[in-house]
């Protein structure tokens, strides 16, 4: 008996096995969660693209202005880069902003006049907001971005972008038929 405990305490022959096993999960971890922060970077730049996008574009539109069809299209287009992401999961509100000779910055018209009605305050930051006889472009994308790989460990995460832009070749971009709240 003695023989056979000093063989056994000897032996190496597994060790490895063991130790092995023992790193398995760490590793397996390490790798799902490096997977997961890079599909969540791409995501939020994603997310930037889109809303930077979308303000460039309407910028663009001239003397003529825009239409809802318009501004439709061009946000369901710009939804198209979210891929491989789910853009349903994506929400778009373009809104146009003019800040007075006072400073005070007023809705002109918005994609969402249920939540930003004309006329009312809308904040910006302040190296925007102390431009004066101005409209800007803003335009908010959010995104809940939910992680393949979580297994109920890693809550979903909101998403949000801004980006604002002025008028290109107009002193403002008219929405011919957007609501106003």
Not at 20 to 47: C, D, H, Q
Not at 99 to 110: E, P
Not at 145 to 168: L, T
């Amino acid at each position: 008996m003695a023989g056979a405990l000093r063989r056994f305490s000897h032996a190496s022959g597994g060790a490895a096995a063991v130790e092995f096993a023992m790193v398995l999960p760490f590793l397996v971890f390490l790798y799902v969660g490096a997977s997961e922060l890079s599909l969540a970077v791409t995501a939020n730049r994603k997310i930037d693209n889109t809303s930077a996008t979308i303000s460039d574009l309407v910028t663009q539109a001239g003397d003529e202005g825009l239409t809802v069809s318009e501004l439709n299209f061009i946000m369901a287009l710009s939804k198209a880069s979210m891929e491989p992401f789910d853009a349903g999961k994506a929400t778009i509100r373009v809104t146009q902003v003019f800040i007075d000779a006072q400073g005070v910055s007023r809705v002109d018209w918005s994609s969402d006049a249920s939540t930003y009605p004309r006329n009312r305050l809308f904040p910006l930051p302040a190296g925007i907001a102390n431009q004066r006889e101005r409209h800007v472009i803003v335009t908010e994308t959010s995104f809940r971005y939910e992680p393949v790989m979580s297994f109920g460990i890693i809550d979903p995460i909101e998403m949000k972008r801004v980006a604002y832009h002025q008028p290109r070749t107009v002193a403002q971009v008219r929405c011919t038929d957007c609501p106003v709240g």
